[in-house]
């Protein structure tokens, strides 16, 4: 069996896909020839302009909201049929010392982060399983899953509980030939990264081996290599593309 990639054809689910690092691995999908289904909350530019691709199906939809997603997958489906694969990108930071952080803000980051990946991968598994056509699962973690940051006790708690929930579910589906990885990045320019200061900015690249803030680009090769056939003997891994920092 060939080991190349077979994009054509196949159908990839992402989550909060319309900015960021979401918004550069739908653009990478498409330029690879997928068919891509992506939600958030709200549309952006980026969107508006993308849905011009028949390539391309986008519905609002709210992680922590069952229905809403429940409802997105279904017209994702009607348009191009059973996914292939899925990438759990959306999540919600937070930043503060635990002591500090309001109840509130801890229930937002579990309800999105934990409860709406699960609710939403046990969704497009059931979908994949009825194929058995096997299948590829990405989760974009974080490098706060494999060392400690001052400030990021809630966010690397849904960190660390998605990589085991990949292990886990790569035991339950490896019959079934669905394949499921972690990506944990390190810091990289985004959106996020612009609120650090440059002592915090200072303070990861002495930590860098390779001395640089990630790009998006420097994950999206990762995501495309996991979904393809050339990853097929590939399951349960976590692959840190930060840098050197976790060395």
């Known amino acids: 069996m060939s080991r190349e990639a077979t994009a054509p054809g ?28 992506t ?91 009825s194929t058995r056509q096997g299948g590829a699962i990405v989760n974009i973690s974080s490098i706060s899953s494999l060392r400690g940051f001052k400030g990021l006790a809630t966010y690397a708690f849904t960190k660390g509980g998605l990589d085991a929930f990949t292990r886990a579910l790569a035991r339950e589906l490896g019959e079934q030939k669905i394949r499921v990885n972690s990506i944990a990045p390190g810091y990289y320019h985004t959106e996020m990264s612009h609120k650090l200061g440059d002592k915090q900015k200072e303070q990861i690249l002495r930590r860098t081996p390779l001395g640089r803030l990630g790009e998006v680009e420097d994950v ?9 056939d050339q990853a097929s003997f590939i399951t349960g891994q976590v692959l840190a593309i930060d840098g050197g920092s976790t060395v």
């Open 10 to 37: 196949r159908h990839i689910v992402i989550s909060g896909g319309s900015k960021g690092l979401g918004r550069a691995i739908v653009t990478a999908l498409l330029g690879a020839g997928y068919r891509v289904s």
């Open 39 to 129: 939600f958030s909350r709200t549309s952006t530019q980026f969107i508006e302009q993308a849905t011009q691709n028949s390539g391309l199906f986008f519905a609002p939809a709210d992680l922590a909201n069952a229905a809403s997603v429940s409802s997105f997958l279904k017209f994702a489906e009607s348009a191009y049929g059973p996914p292939y694969g899925l990438i759990n990108c959306a999540a919600v930071a937070a930043d503060g010392l635990l002591a500090t952080t309001s109840h509130e803000n801890i229930k937002s980051v579990i309800s999105v982060n934990v409860e709406g990946t699960i609710s939403f991968t046990r969704l497009v598994v059931r979908r994949m399983l």
């Open 220 to 228: 999206v090769g990762a995501v495309l290599f996991f979904l393809s």
